[in-house]
């Protein structure tokens, strides 16, 4: 029986299939950026119009995650400050402000990222030692739309999206043991 777990235990030691893994996903049409930038190339101001926009599956209304901008979300969006000249700001944005409360905007913010832990089991589950690679992408656009025609659109965002987080802890599983304490007594 002995033996038997001595194996058992010895097996896990470079298990990474016990290592946990994560995901988050905003939930909306596209699977990658690429695909997100190919609709938003589809988009020309002053030409594509909201029924356009449907079949390209960014409306509101049907599809998760697009955020409706109104008047002050765009003002707050394009004019943070008193001091920006109107003359500056893109000829569609100039438009949508000045129309006012007829001016709307759809923001996107899709993204989807991957969590997974590397390394070995037993010096991540004491808490010795933890590497997480991060993967994923990261897609912004934001559109204005003024009679029912886009006047302006912005993309941005991350198209590759890869981070490695290691964390060392040499007193393992005591690390923070000192300043839990601490904070409780005061």
Not at 8 to 30: D, H, I, K, M, T
Not at 64 to 82: E, G, K, Q, T
Not at 144 to 156: A, M, S, T
């Amino acid at each position: 029986m002995e033996r038997l777990l001595l194996v058992f235990f010895l097996g896990l030691a470079g298990c990474g299939a016990l290592l946990p893994r994560g995901q988050s996903v905003v939930e909306g049409p596209w699977e990658s950026f690429a695909e997100a930038q190919r609709v938003f190339d589809q988009i020309t101001p002053h030409r594509t119009t909201v029924a356009d926009l449907k079949a390209l599956k960014l409306d509101p209304h049907s599809y998760p995650n697009i955020a409706l901008l109104n008047y002050s979300d765009v003002l707050r969006r394009f004019v943070p400050s008193p001091s920006i000249n109107a003359e500056e700001l893109d000829a569609g944005v100039r438009e949508c402000i000045t129309a006012k409360t007829v001016c709307r905007g759809l923001e996107i913010d899709q993204r989807s990222i991957k969590r997974q832990r590397l390394g070995n089991f037993w010096a991540d589950f004491l808490n010795f030692k933890r590497h997480t690679d991060v993967t994923g992408w990261r897609f912004n656009g934001v559109l204005l739309i003024l009679d029912d025609v886009v006047v302006y659109k912005l993309v941005g965002g991350q198209p590759i999206i890869h981070e490695l987080e290691e964390n060392r802890n040499p007193l393992g599983p005591f690390q923070g043991v000192g300043e839990s304490e601490l904070r409780r007594r005061f």
